[in-house]
């Protein structure tokens, strides 16, 4: 009995932690959490280099490898613009764009 209880309790605790890191259909597992923080950093880092101040105003998000802009810039070609730039970050596998002009 002291064996059984011994080999069951590791078992059971790697299983509970394991279902807990995992994702579902509105909730990211850990490692997609890391992954989305990962592609937000660098949408954000390329928007501020190529795009300079009207990049930094936009605000960037990711879920499960979609990143979704929004924010304000002053034309048409600014929202196209960061729209590629999301896009060309490796690991997106979409953009969602509620940038407006103002």
Known sequence: MQLLKYLLLPVFTAMLLLTACAGS???????????????TTKV??????KMGT???SIKVKSYKRTVQLS???KDEVMVTQAE????SVKNVESVVN?????
């Open 71 to 73: 924010g304000f810039v």
């Open 44 to 49: 954000k880092s390329l928007l501020v280099t």
């Open 84 to 87: 590629e730039i999301a896009a």
């Open 25 to 39: 259909d509105t909730k990211e597992s850990t490692g997609q959490y890391v992954d989305n923080s990962l592609i």
């Open 54 to 56: 009207a990049g930094a």
């Open 98 to 102: 509620d940038i407006r002009v103002r």
